[in-house]
């Protein structure tokens, strides 16, 4: 029976979510979570999925884009089994993102029930900062208060908190107000460190990772870079864009291999990496780590990433008020900066549509200011020739390796915010991890446009053939490469999405202007040619 307003566990943790500007929960509900819908207030939506990865990602999106954590309703330990590729993902984004899990009530739980969870604070370890199974019903509230804080203070992450299906009817009292500062203030010691090697660079570089992005410093990176005169490059698979791709001053992607980066850096005395790790690598190379003569700084809110670095120095703080402070330490220098990036190479049309002319119609068509989430590993080298990102705060994808975040993320995107339209740029194999988030797309009338590189192969698997060096796979592998170009527009159509299939240059523009002037969801099925070359890296 539930209590007076204000004095349940579930009123009081509507409360402390409201504190936190938390408006919309994204989830696929069970048994054990259907007494917490019986005090559920019209100011909180729930956002119903059709699986819980999708879940998890579509309250990622929304966080990212709303500067609210992403909340999470999942069913037991099986809905946290289907959602951990993405609770991985956003413990890889560092996004603050608060599960929230069924169980089964307290006094079924000694005798190891049906739905029941056996270790519910080890089971999504370690990709939660913190996990808790409250002891009592009424500490519910102020565990959910705890896990909030947790996510949001830097380094941003995932947590949990398992809730008995019991317990939402108990009595509770308020939680007191509590702030935490989430930033991490920069050691001045080690700022004044880090500017007197600076200073003293004669062509020093700036390596930026994700954490520049996520802390809103992107405008502060680009007046540090200016003030330096240096050359900046994304970090190895560097899931945010952190400087205008468009800027003078940026050099482009640095690739995730030791031979790679030790390259790029040549010639560079001092390599400025922020938000980053020094390096994310996904190929193994011989070789030393950096050329001969240079020298790294590293500042990361992340200690994790500080302790793994294998050279140079490193300074845990968050990105935006390290770079701010060194602005405010480094003289005004007199070096002359770097040569500018090439334009991209000029595409046309021809009879067929390579993934360059697609990437450069759909840089051509979409405002600049469009948000972007981009999971299309086989043509991420030419997206990221062609599709130059204008600003910071613009762009993402997942740092976890992991397929079908970006679909999902997108939804949850354009659900924060509505006033514009959101783009989800995606491969075909993608598509099909996650594809159950264009149901949630229809159901809320998302402002998104979906397009699809659908180039009727297993590109990315030819391309590590070539890769590696593997000249032949086994038969049943091989024959599976070429596949028949799947229908996305029938599946877009038959879970709610208008689609439209553009199978030649002639018709691409139109349908990509079409699709941007719809006010709700749209799928854009592109017959694109097959890879030719190195795709995924």
Same mark, same amino acid.
């Given at each position: 029976m539930?209590?007076?307003?204000?004095?349940s566990?579930?009123e009081?943790?509507?409360?402390?979510?409201?504190?936190f500007?938390v408006t919309?929960?994204?989830g696929n509900?069970g048994?054990?979570?259907?007494?917490?819908?019986?005090?559920?207030?019209?100011?909180?939506?729930y956002?119903?999925?059709?699986?819980e990865?999708?879940a998890?990602s579509?309250?990622?999106?929304?966080g990212?884009v709303?500067?609210t954590p992403g909340?999470v309703?999942?069913?037991?330990?099986?809905?946290i089994?289907?959602?951990?590729?993405?609770?991985?993902?956003a413990?890889?984004?560092?996004?603050?993102?608060?599960?929230?899990a069924?169980?089964?009530?307290?006094?079924?739980?000694?005798?190891?029930?049906?739905?029941?969870?056996i270790?519910?604070?080890?089971f999504?370890?370690?990709?939660?900062?913190?996990?808790?199974?409250?002891?009592?019903?009424?500490?519910?509230?102020?565990?959910?208060a705890?896990?909030?804080?947790?996510?949001?203070?830097?380094?941003c992450?995932p947590?949990?908190?398992t809730?008995?299906?019991?317990?939402?009817e108990?009595?509770?009292q308020?939680?007191?107000?509590?702030?935490?500062?989430?930033g991490?203030?920069a050691?001045p010691?080690?700022?004044?460190?880090?500017?007197?090697?600076?200073?003293?660079?004669?062509?020093?570089?700036?390596v930026?990772?994700q954490?520049v992005d996520r802390?809103?410093?992107?405008?502060?990176a680009?007046r540090?870079?200016?003030k330096?005169?240096?050359?900046?490059?994304?970090?190895?698979w560097?899931?945010?864009c952190?400087?205008?791709e468009?800027?003078?001053?940026?050099?482009?992607?640095?690739?995730a291999?030791?031979?790679?980066?030790a390259?790029?850096?040549?010639g560079?005395?001092?390599a400025?990496v922020?938000?980053?790790?020094?390096?994310t690598y996904?190929?193994?190379t011989d070789?030393?780590?950096?050329?001969?003569?240079t020298?790294?700084?590293?500042?990361?809110?992340?200690?994790?990433?500080?302790?793994?670095?294998?050279?140079?120095?490193?300074?845990?703080?968050?990105?935006?008020?390290?770079?701010?402070?060194l602005?405010?330490?480094?003289?005004?220098?007199?070096?002359?900066g770097?040569?500018?990036?090439?334009?991209?190479?000029?595409v046309?049309?021809?009879?067929?549509?390579?993934?360059?002319?697609v990437?450069?119609?759909v840089?051509?068509l979409?405002?600049?200011?469009t948000r972007?989430?981009?999971?299309v590993?086989s043509?991420?080298?030419?997206?990221?020739?062609?599709?130059?990102?204008?600003?910071?705060?613009?762009?993402?994808?997942a740092?976890? %390796?992991?397929?079908?975040? +970006?679909?999902? =993320?997108?939804v949850? #995107?354009a /659900?924060? !915010?509505?006033? *514009?339209k959101?783009? @989800?740029?995606?491969?075909?194999?993608?598509?099909?991890y996650?594809?159950?988030?264009?149901?949630?797309?229809?159901?809320?009338?998302a402002?998104?446009?979906?397009?699809?590189?659908?180039?009727?192969?297993?590109?990315?698997m030819?391309?590590f053939?070539?890769?590696?060096?593997?000249?032949?796979?086994?038969?049943s592998?091989?024959?599976?490469?070429?596949?028949?170009?799947i229908?996305?527009?029938?599946?877009a159509? %038959?879970?709610g999405?208008? +689609?439209l299939? =553009?199978?030649?240059? #002639?018709? /691409?523009? !139109?349908?990509l *202007?079409?699709?941007? @002037?719809?006010?709700g969801?749209?799928?854009?099925?592109?017959?694109?040619e097959a890879?030719?070359?190195?795709?995924?890296?």
């Amino acid at each position: 029976m539930g209590l007076g307003a204000g004095h349940s566990v579930a009123e009081e943790t509507f409360d402390v979510m409201r504190r936190f500007g938390v408006t919309r929960m994204f989830g696929n509900p069970g048994s054990t979570e259907m007494a917490w819908f019986r005090y559920w207030p019209g100011d909180i939506e729930y956002m119903l999925t059709l699986q819980e990865a999708s879940a998890v990602s579509m309250a990622e999106g929304f966080g990212i884009v709303s500067g609210t954590p992403g909340f999470v309703n999942l069913h037991s330990a099986a809905g946290i089994g289907n959602a951990m590729a993405g609770i991985m993902t956003a413990w890889r984004n560092q996004s603050p993102v608060v599960v929230t899990a069924g169980n089964q009530a307290r006094a079924l739980l000694p005798v190891d029930p049906y739905l029941g969870q056996i270790y519910p604070t080890e089971f999504p370890k370690p990709y939660v900062k913190w996990a808790d199974m409250p002891a009592r019903g009424a500490d519910v509230p102020g565990a959910i208060a705890r896990a909030c804080a947790t996510a949001l203070t830097a380094p941003c992450g995932p947590t949990l908190v398992t809730i008995p299906s019991d317990d939402w009817e108990q009595p509770a009292q308020p939680v007191p107000p509590h702030t935490v500062v989430q930033g991490l203030g920069a050691d001045p010691a080690g700022i004044a460190r880090f500017a007197e090697v600076l200073t003293a660079a004669r062509n020093p570089v700036l390596v930026l990772g994700q954490e520049v992005d996520r802390d809103n410093a992107g405008a502060d990176a680009v007046r540090l870079a200016e003030k330096l005169n240096a050359g900046v490059f994304e970090a190895p698979w560097s899931s945010r864009c952190n400087f205008p791709e468009r800027h003078p001053l940026f050099q482009g992607f640095l690739a995730a291999s030791k031979d790679a980066v030790a390259a790029a850096l040549r010639g560079h005395d001092v390599a400025l990496v922020i938000g980053a790790q020094v390096f994310t690598y996904h190929v193994y190379t011989d070789g030393p780590y950096l050329p001969e003569g240079t020298a790294v700084l590293q500042v990361t809110e992340n200690p994790e990433h500080a302790f793994s670095a294998p050279v140079g120095e490193s300074l845990i703080a968050t990105a935006g008020n390290a770079i701010r402070a060194l602005i405010d330490a480094l003289p005004r220098t007199e070096r002359t900066g770097p040569p500018v990036r090439p334009e991209p190479e000029p595409v046309g049309a021809g009879k067929s549509m390579t993934g360059a002319y697609v990437m450069k119609t759909v840089r051509d068509l979409v405002p600049l200011d469009t948000r972007t989430f981009e999971e299309v590993p086989s043509f991420r080298a030419t997206m990221r020739d062609q599709y130059r990102v204008e600003s910071p705060g613009l762009f993402f994808n997942a740092f976890s %390796g992991g397929l079908g975040w +970006a679909l999902p =993320a997108s939804v949850g #995107g354009a /659900l924060a !915010d509505t006033s *514009r339209k959101t783009v @989800a740029l995606m491969g075909d194999g993608s598509m099909m991890y996650s594809i159950q988030a264009l149901w949630t797309a229809a159901q809320q009338r998302a402002p998104l446009t979906v397009l699809v590189m659908n180039n009727g192969e297993y590109g990315a698997m030819k391309s590590f053939a070539t890769l590696f060096g593997i000249p032949q796979f086994p038969d049943s592998i091989q024959r599976s490469l070429d596949l028949p170009r799947i229908d996305f527009s029938a599946l877009a159509t %038959g879970l709610g999405v208008p +689609a439209l299939t =553009a199978d030649n240059p #002639g018709v /691409l523009g !139109d349908m990509l *202007r079409q699709a941007m @002037a719809e006010p709700g969801p749209i799928l854009v099925d592109v017959h694109v040619e097959a890879l030719r070359g190195v795709g995924p890296l």
